[in-house]
């Protein structure tokens, strides 16, 4: 049984480039929520995908943008690269069940570095 | 105050001892909790989960949650060097039906032989 994959698994940008990372979920799962994690720090909410729509965003610029694939797979997008976006970004996928208590699965993440 | 707060650490403990992580959560959290593991360089991985109140217990981790206190921590019985990494505690939004999570910063924990 996969577990969640990312891709790629690092990538080095400059300040004003655009990328977009990858993620696919656990078998099974039809969630996928994006997480971005500065050293030292815990896990940010970036946005989170259900049935191909976002459904709900965290404090992130409009720059950040996802989508998410009939196959329940799912993109994030980051535009105009700033210096403060190189963090480990992390996809966790879960099932939505009924009453909540939705446990999420990350990721390895794709470390993302902006020069 | 931040949803969830993860202040202690780093905390350092010898092989065999019992290691206590905690967290506080505010009122933005709904009341289960997960415990995630993160080794250098990798990404967390869930430990526990734990949904009422009470003690719950896996093996050498025991995880209790304190409704009333807001208030929930982890403990690693017979701690080991392998155990060394960086342990979050996360909580769900409460007004979130998907369950988008808040994470505390993480506790350091090291286990010297």
């Known amino acids: 049984d996969a577990g969640v994959t990312q891709s790629p698994t690092h990538l080095i940008k400059t300040r004003g480039q655009q990328v977009t990372l990858r993620c696919s979920p656990k078998?099974?799962?039809?969630?996928v929520s994006w997480y971005q994690q500065a050293l030292g720090q815990g896990p940010q909410f970036i946005f989170q995908?259900?049935?191909?729509?976002?459904?709900q965003r965290g404090n992130f610029p409009d720059r950040f943008s996802g989508h998410q694939f009939p196959n329940y797979s799912s993109e994030l997008n980051v535009n105009a690269l700033l210096l403060g976006d190189s963090a480990l970004y992390l996809c966790a996928s879960s099932f939505i069940r009924t009453g909540g208590y939705n446990e999420q699965f990350f990721g390895p993440g794709t470390r993302l570095t902006v020069l | 105050q931040k949803e969830v707060e993860q202040n202690s650490g780093p905390l350092s403990v010898p092989e065999g001892a019992i290691a206590s992580l905690n967290c506080t959560y505010s009122?933005?959290?709904?009341?289960?909790f997960f415990w995630y593991r993160q080794y250098s360089g990798k990404s967390p991985e869930l430990i526990m989960s734990i949904y009422s109140n009470g003690d719950k217990e896996d093996g050498r981790f025991t995880a209790q949650l304190n409704k009333a206190s807001q208030y929930v921590s982890l403990l690693i019985r017979d701690s080991q060097p392998s155990d060394s990494a960086t342990y979050l505690c996360?909580?769900?939004?409460?007004?979130?039906?998907?369950?988008?999570?808040?994470f505390g910063r993480g506790t350091q924990l090291t286990v010297w032989p």
């Open positions: 995908y259900y049935e191909e729509e976002e459904r």
């Open positions: 996360a909580g769900p939004d409460r007004g979130s039906t998907l369950g988008r999570l808040y």
């Open positions: 009122d933005r959290v709904s009341q289960s």
């Open positions: 078998s099974g799962h039809d969630t």
